[in-house]
């Protein structure tokens, strides 16, 4: 499959689809969670659509596996 194929996001897209804030997001490709492609200038990172959503379901998965049961801190 070539990157044609691909549908991409800016990050301020990926923000807005996640909810999620630019460091969030730029933590994300350091970590090397999302691949991206670097296009230059001021908003110049685009990711894959369905990784960013792989990772924010991953993300929340996790987030929620950690929460201990009975801990009053996150207790809703």
Do not use: C
């Not at 499959?1 to 350091?30: C, H, P």
């Not at 691949?35 to 924010?56: C, Q, T």
């Amino acid at each position: 499959m070539n990157d044609f194929n691909i549908e991409y996001l800016t990050v301020s897209q990926a923000m807005k689809a996640t909810g999620r804030s630019k460091r969030t997001i730029d933590r994300w490709i350091k970590d090397g969670h999302l691949h991206h492609v670097d296009l230059g200038g001021f908003d110049g990172v685009i990711v894959p659509r369905k990784e960013v959503a792989e990772v924010e379901k991953r993300m929340r998965d996790n987030q929620a596996a950690s929460r201990v049961v009975g801990d009053p801190k996150t207790a809703t």
